[in-house]
């Protein structure tokens, strides 16, 4: 069974091999000021899905690959549940005018099925929306791998943008089945094609306007703690190799979810302060004050 810390490596190392260039995590504190934390790797890379920057010069190639710190609060009500954290890492893969739809899906597939060995339960598609075609490849190319169960889906397989702009796009998703036979989305694999010139918000509301990037970005982002959990063959996150050790440290008389959520809390108050965040009243200082 593979530990988390081994497929960690078993993902840097497959997209190496595929001409990825490996960086290290960024900051949880963003240096894109239009967030307060970092809760994607591509925020730190809006500037080469846009053209601003050039991945070669600063990368060596036009495709990287990463395991970044992420922490969102938008989940925080939902943690203590077998699937929610605020801190977690997150594995990803990105190409900035590199490789294409057909490439990026091919890759996952093969890391799936292939490097880990899981069936994949299912996978989605975007059916479209205002100005934005339905995504008849995405569709196209699982079925010619042999996914049998590909879904069409709405909003929830459009990505971004994060912030008050950015680049955004349709998405593809891979679910697969849990220790309790629960499908859960492991893989996110955005084609960000689109600029969004206003938030995700005002995009739902149909104020923001899109326009079309100078080329196709590949944006992937797998959560560890979940990929751990279906690699492991356990029911939650919380009965990884990532959690067990602290879970086990807590008194039995604390129930279930009061452990999980002091175990996740703990995770990122500790991965703020060394990113050095301070408790105060204000922006990110706050969130470490409330999770505290
Ligand atoms: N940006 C996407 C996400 O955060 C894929 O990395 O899910």
């Given at each position: 069974m593979l530990s988390a810390s081994e497929i960690r490596q078993k993902f840097l190392e497959f997209f190496r091999k595929e001409g990825h260039a490996i960086v290290p995590s960024s900051s949880?504190?963003?240096?894109?000021?239009?967030?307060?934390?970092?809760?994607?790797?591509?925020q730190q890379f809006k500037k080469y899905y846009t053209g601003e920057a050039d991945p070669m010069a600063d990368f060596g190639s036009k495709s990287t690959v990463s395991v970044q710190k992420c922490l969102r609060t938008s989940d925080i009500d939902e943690v203590g549940d077998d699937t929610h954290l605020t801190f977690f890492e997150m594995l990803g893969n990105f190409s900035f005018g590199g490789y294409g739809k057909e490439k990026a899906i091919g890759y996952a597939h093969t890391f799936i099925t292939?490097?880990?060995g899981l069936p994949i339960s299912f996978v989605t598609f975007y059916q479209g929306g205002p100005g934005v075609p339905r995504d008849d490849e995405s569709e196209k190319y699982w079925k010619a791998l042999g996914v049998s169960d590909v879904r069409e889906a709405g909003a929830?397989?459009?990505?971004g943008p994060t912030g008050i702009s950015g680049p955004c796009g349709p998405t593809t998703e891979i679910y697969c089945k849990n220790a309790s036979g629960e499908d859960v989305e492991i893989w996110n694999i955005v084609f960000n094609e689109y600029f969004c010139d206003s938030s995700r918000e005002k995009l739902d509301r149909g104020e923001a306007k899109l326009s079309k990037l100078p080329f196709l970005g590949i944006d992937t982002g797998m959560g560890l703690e979940r990929l751990a959990m279906v690699v492991q063959n356990k029911s939650t996150i919380f009965k990884t190799d990532v959690f067990d050790f602290i879970l086990k440290s807590?008194?039995?008389?604390?129930?279930f979810r009061t452990q999980r959520i002091l175990a996740d809390h703990m995770r990122a108050v500790c991965f703020l302060v060394s990113d050095g965040v301070i408790p105060s009243n204000k922006g990110t200082g706050y969130i470490l004050r409330r999770l505290l």
């Open positions: 949880l504190i963003p240096s894109d000021p239009s967030g307060l934390l970092t809760t994607a790797r591509m292939e490097e880990l929830d397989v459009f990505w807590f008194p039995d008389s604390l129930t």
